[in-house]
């Protein structure tokens, strides 16, 4: 057996956006909907695709639903890192939750609108957190409003949700969440429908991605979808590997504009510099050491003792 990609734009819809059973699971898995809270139907709303990728088709896709007490799920798979992404996630689910009332109506016909966020990439990486000190984000958080001092969470008019699939855990899922980012990541991997599964929403969109159960048509489709995913993928790397360069050359100029500074401080206070304390000026490329230097070059007296090791 061969499995398609569930994240591929295709297969995504093939499942969440014809059988609200699977969508429906998925739901009440990353929102911990249980018990009275648990997601009994939905019922499918006009859904849009916003393409961030020039010359790419897929960047983005989601599915939209509404339970029977009126809550607007926005469920969408974000493939690529785009800038922005999280502005446009707010943007969206602040858009569905107006665009709910017409001129005129009252207020309280407004309900709830929880976006759901699948990441193919670490949105809060660790080493990130870690760095600047912050608690790690875990691979499903949720979001909303709270008071600040007391912590009540009064303002769930508008959630979110993301699963963020790299910091998916290295073992068996023991969440129903955990399974389906292990399916999202996994499942092109298999040759066969884990016997681990349950019967239910994670068995069921496994067995719909089986790729022997696509026609010619389904399977020439999934196929453009991962050659424009690919597309975008690299379309984005060749933007990041130029902005890259462009920072490197920014930050190249002004370590050689320190070196020459060093230089000049020494020549205007008539120290000599030889060629080896010269080249190892010129080739520095540490910023924090080369502002060390240039303080040094205005009392040091000699052009070694500007370039000589901290004690």
């Known amino acids: 057996m061969r499995f398609a990609d569930l994240k591929n734009d295709f297969v995504f819809r093939r499942i969440f956006a014809n059988h609200p059973d699977i969508l429906r699971g998925l739901l009440n898995d990353l929102l911990e909907r249980q018990g009275e809270r648990t997601i009994e139907a939905i019922e499918y709303l006009p859904s849009e695709q916003a393409p961030h990728v020039t010359g790419a088709k897929l960047s983005i896709l989601d599915v939209k639903c509404r339970d029977r007490g009126g809550t607007t799920f926005v469920v969408e798979m974000q493939l690529i890192h785009v800038p922005g992404f999280v502005n446009r996630v707010v943007y969206n689910a602040c858009k569905a939750y107006v665009a709910q009332l017409q001129r005129g109506e009252p207020y309280t016909k407004l ?180 502002d060390r230097w240039i303080a040094r070059a205005a009392t040091a007296a000699s052009a070694e003792e500007v370039v000589a090791p901290v004690a």
């Open 111 to 290: 309900a709830d609108v929880v976006a759901v966020s699948i990441c193919d990439f670490a949105l809060w990486p660790d080493a990130e957190q870690d760095a600047q000190g912050l608690p790690r984000v875990p691979m499903l958080s949720r979001w909303n409003m709270t008071e600040r001092s007391s912590g009540q969470n009064g303002l769930l008019q508008v959630q979110y949700a993301f699963l963020e699939l790299p910091k998916l855990p290295k073992r068996w899922p023991e969440t129903g969440a955990e399974l389906w980012a292990w399916l999202f990541v996994h499942t092109p991997d298999l040759a066969e429908v884990p016997p681990e599964l349950p019967p239910g929403p994670h068995r069921d969109a496994v067995e719909l991605a089986n790729e022997a159960t696509f026609t010619q048509t389904e399977q020439e489709a999934y196929q453009r979808v991962m050659d424009e995913i690919q597309q975008a993928r690299e379309l984005v790397k060749l933007a990041a590997d130029a902005e890259a360069r462009a920072v490197d050359a920014e930050a190249r100029g002004r370590q050689d504009g320190l070196a020459r500074a060093i230089l000049a401080v020494l020549a205007a206070r008539g120290i000599a510099v030889n060629s080896e304390t010269r080249a190892r000026i010129a080739a520095c490329t540490d910023a924090a050491t080369l």
